[in-house]
């Protein structure tokens, strides 16, 4: 049984303030989780409660903090609790709201990530055992996508796309995925400096040289590749991208460096990126506002690439059966947070695998120390995990828990649930 929820209200990795929860049972264990939070957000995402007003400039979460030691702490030592799904019914019955607004998601995630930490406990399993036995999946150690460069909302330049991901693809262990992940990491900073490049950072812990054009951040990643020793493609390391296309669509328009884009255009300019260069997922390549655009793209591009929704299916189980009824997309970007409790993020997972989606778990843009996400993309054996650059603290606790989980389990094996859409043949 809880005995108790609190909260406090901490940083996240971009300054701002998220909230971590403890939840104390009667063993006397304590369970703890840590909201994180997104810059580039789907309009269909549940709701952060934020203080408003000036402290903070507003962005303050101490009424998310006193959801947790008020109502939610009532709530959950009210009763015994037997499954997440009872624990997270009753936190949505008790919010009322669609979007998950009066208690807030930020604080409503957090807690059921706590409680998910505490029924595994009582299981006896890891988290990520338990993950798996939960959503009925096989286990799998996801092929880490590693986001090395920057743009969009996640930096300050001038690159309308905000991510440029590696995949180590042709790694046949976890460690040496992430072996290869830093050291082409480390490649691309030497490569900027050796051309008088800006070599800070985004949100994300990729660079954020002062570039315009796709084809020149790509130029880049290939180059780093290389100079670590690597091949591109499906054997080795393919290449991952998430324009994040929401924030470059204005007036029916796709706005990338110097040049404007109909639909039409820029699914055209989407094949030519992958007839020249090693891409094997592309995220967003869309706004979620151009829902007649997304199968267009996706019955041109489907069948050599994965395409992915983020701010388009917002981890949402019915957006996901709706993509998949349109050909829509052919994938879902899984971030706990967008949906607001982890039982709503297992049903998304099965009603992604039940429409033959394959699924990518995924971090925030702002982060904590939390590593949930790297068990929930091991217990769900998606293949695919994606939490910014191989370097930055919340970045590489992440990538580190996937190492801990890889030395304590070393029968469960590496790399993506299918062998489709490995990369394209460029
Ligand atoms: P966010 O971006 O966490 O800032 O929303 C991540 C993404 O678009 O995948
Ligand atoms: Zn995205």
Redesign the pocket.
């Known amino acids: 049984a809880f005995t108790g929820a609190r909260a406090l209200q901490i940083l996240d990795s971009r300054g701002f303030p998220t909230l971590r929860v403890q939840i104390r049972d009667d063993a006397g264990d304590h369970f703890y989780a840590s909201a994180?939070?997104?810059?580039?957000?789907?309009s269909h995402e549940a709701v952060e409660l934020r203080d408003g007003g000036t402290a903070w400039s507003g962005r303050g979460v101490t009424k998310a903090v006193r959801s947790v030691t008020g109502e939610i702490n009532t709530l959950l030592t009210s009763r015994e609790w037997d499954s997440q799904s009872t624990v997270d019914n009753a936190l949505r019955e008790l919010d009322g709201t669609a979007e998950k607004s009066r208690l807030g998601a930020n604080a409503l995630v957090a807690v059921s990530m706590a409680a998910s930490r505490a029924f595994a406990a009582h299981d006896r399993a890891s988290l990520h055992t338990w993950i798996a036995s939960t959503v009925g999946c096989s286990q799998r150690l996801p092929v880490p996508h590693f986001n090395v460069l920057n743009g969009?909302?996640?930096a300050a330049n001038a690159l309308a796309f905000?991510?440029f991901m590696i995949a180590p693809v042709g790694a046949t262990t976890l460690p040496d995925a992430v072996e290869w992940g830093a050291d082409i990491y480390h490649a691309l900073g030497s490569i900027l400096r050796k051309k008088g490049m800006a070599t800070g950072l985004g949100?994300?812990g990729g660079y954020a040289p002062e570039i315009s054009r796709p084809e020149q951040a790509l130029d880049l990643i290939v180059e780093a590749i290389e100079t670590a020793g690597h091949r591109t493609g499906a054997g080795d390391v393919a290449i991952a991208l998430?324009p994040?296309a929401n924030y470059f669509f204005h007036d029916g328009r796709y706005l990338v460096g110097e040049q404007s884009f109909s639909t039409t255009e820029l699914v055209t300019y989407y094949e030519k990126l992958l007839d020249n260069y090693p891409i094997r997922s592309l995220?967003?390549p869309l706004a979620e506002d151009d829902p007649n655009g997304w199968p267009e793209l996706t019955a041109a591009l489907g069948s050599r690439i994965q395409i992915v929704g983020?701010?388009l299916l917002v981890t949402s189980a019915a957006r996901v059966q709706a993509a998949i009824a349109s050909a829509s997309a052919n994938a879902v970007?899984i971030?706990p947070n967008q949906v607001g409790t982890v039982s709503e993020t297992f049903d998304t997972l099965r009603a992604a695998a039940q429409g033959g989606f394959t699924a990518m778990v995924?971090?925030?843009?702002?982060e904590t120390m939390d590593s949930f996400v790297a068990d929930l993309a091991v217990g769900a054996g998606c293949g695919q995990l994606?939490a910014g650059a191989p370097a930055r603290g919340e970045r590489v606790a992440k990538y580190n828990r996937l190492l801990e989980i890889a030395d304590e389990d070393p029968a469960l094996s590496y790399g993506l649930a299918t062998p489709m859409n490995q990369g394209n043949q460029h």
């Not at 995924?362 to 702002?366: D, M, P």
Request: net charge negative.
């Open positions: 994180p939070s997104g810059a580039s957000t789907g969009g909302q996640h905000q991510e949100d994300e998430d994040a995220e967003d983020d701010d970007l971030k995924s971090h925030r843009s702002g994606k």
